[in-house]
């Protein structure tokens, strides 16, 4: 596929290692290569592709999707973390619990919507960062004493020891929540860094799956 590279694994601090052994982030790019801007509105084939996603999960499929082995996974992980997902929920149940609310699943943006059809289509989460803010290597690691989360003026401070995606200079996201402020996709962003996470019970293949899907969308 033109464009697209193969995903590899992350770094892990030892703590993280040695307290999360099966906890791996899978990381990949992805050349925007679309005429829309990722934050505008999507292209026909791509809000098509929502629709059909929104007919597949109906009714019992959309009630009982927590009970599938791969965001059942999540679930399990959530709470290993001090997370209890039936407040703070996995990423999948957020888009089915939206996909219920609304009647089906909401077009946003191109970006948006890619990642959300990744996710649906495979139960794992996808995050995207903007390549050129990215220094060096994505991995895991809890956050420190002061920290802030990116490098903007702004960038709010994260409180010590939480699990955050970080380059080698700063911490870039929180894992499961918000991307650090300045480092987004925005209008003119065209090399995305993408990242996945795999959980104990999830099987690696299903992580790399939803990294190709979300090189491939944004390559047609």
């Known amino acids: 596929m033109s464009g697209a590279r193969e995903s590899h694994l992350g770094w892990r601090t030892p703590e993280v290692e040695q307290e999360l052994p099966e906890l791996q982030l899978l990381v990949g790019e992805a050349e925007h290569t679309r005429e829309q801007p990722l934050t505008g509105a999507s292209p026909a084939d791509v809000r098509e592709r929502l629709g059909q996603l929104s007919n597949r999960f109906r009714g019992a499929r959309a009630v009982s999707i927590r009970r599938e082995p791969v965001p059942a996974a999540y679930r399990v992980f959530f709470r290993h973390i001090g997370l209890e997902p039936d407040i703070v929920r996995t990423p999948i149940e957020t888009a089915i619990m939206e996909r219920m609310v609304q009647g089906g699943f909401p077009s946003g943006s191109l970006l948006e919507d890619v990642l959300l059809i990744a996710l649906v289509d495979t139960s794992v989460p996808v995050w995207a960062l903007d390549a050129e803010s990215v220094d060096g290597q994505l991995g895991i690691r809890t956050s420190r004493e002061g920290e802030r989360l990116g490098r903007a003026a702004d960038a709010p401070t994260l409180p010590v020891g939480r699990l955050v995606v970080a380059d080698a200079s700063s911490a870039l996201a929180i894992l499961f929540g918000e991307l650090a402020p300045g480092h987004e996709p925005h209008s003119l962003t065209r090399r995305l860094k993408l990242f996945s996470v795999q959980v ?21």
């Open 200 to 220: 104990a019970g999830v099987p690696r293949v299903c992580a790399e799956e939803a990294l190709w899907a979300s090189q491939a969308a944004l390559q047609q």
